[in-house]
């Protein structure tokens, strides 16, 4: 079955770059897109970008020039990074397949927390 | 950007009653190739959303028919019947439609 699950620090100093890590399985990252999406303690859900089948990318123009989506194939994995981390981008971070226009499953997410 | 206008913000809601959630959306969400990319998911406490309803009215696999989707254009509406215990949480609405794609800023439901 279609299987996503995020991994990463759950800690990141002001100004560094945060790095995560979705692995899927049951899904070919040729054939569909991945998206990650974060929520903030207590708020709405914020659509951050997407790697197409293709291998091509579109992100959130809020983030665009902090934010780099790219993924290894052979291992089944998309990575997110993020760079001059704040304050406010701490969240509850979350992959999600893509699939005929729609994020249909989800992985359960990992929490994030910017502080010194 | 679009913006998703979703009301209201919280609902309570007695055992078996109905619920009706509304997104309205500041454009139109039809595609050029003429589909609606405008979905629905549902956040229980704790979990990460889970999809309800794709492309306006079309249910997700095991979603039961009591949830119901409808509207065209930029007026969307949620609909929840018979609401039932494990039906709490939060509902959102999401266009699939412009980049950059966006969420409404959800409805708590709650039961009585």
Sequence with gaps: QVQLKESGPGLVQPSQTLSLTCTVSGLSLTSNSVSWIRQPPGKG??????????????????????????????????????????????????????????????????????SS | DVV???????????????????????QSLVHSNGNTYLHWYLQKPGQSPQLLIYQVSNRFSGIPDR????????DFTL?????????????????????????????????K
């Design chain 1, 45 to 114: 859900l914020e659509w951050m970008g997407v790697i197409w089948s293709n291998g091509g990318t579109d992100y959130n123009s809020a983030i665009k020039s902090r934010l780099s989506i790219s993924r290894d194939t052979s291992k089944s994995q998309v990575f997110l990074k993020m760079n001059s981390l704040q304050t406010e981008d701490t969240a509850m971070y979350f992959c999600a397949r893509g699939s005929g226009y729609r994020e249909d499953y989800w992985g359960q997410g990992v929490m994030v927390t910017v």
């Design chain 2, 4 to 26: 998703l206008t979703q009301t209201p913000v919280s609902l309570l809601i007695s055992l078996g009653g109905q619920a009706s959630i509304s997104c309205r959306s500041s």
């Design chain 2, 67 to 74: 949830f119901s989707g409808s509207g065209s254009g930029t």
């Design chain 2, 79 to 111: 609909k929840i019947s018979r609401v039932e215990p494990e039906d709490l949480g939060v509902y959102h609405c999401f266009q699939r439609t412009h980049n950059p794609f966006t969420f409404g800023s959800g409805t708590k439901l709650e039961i």
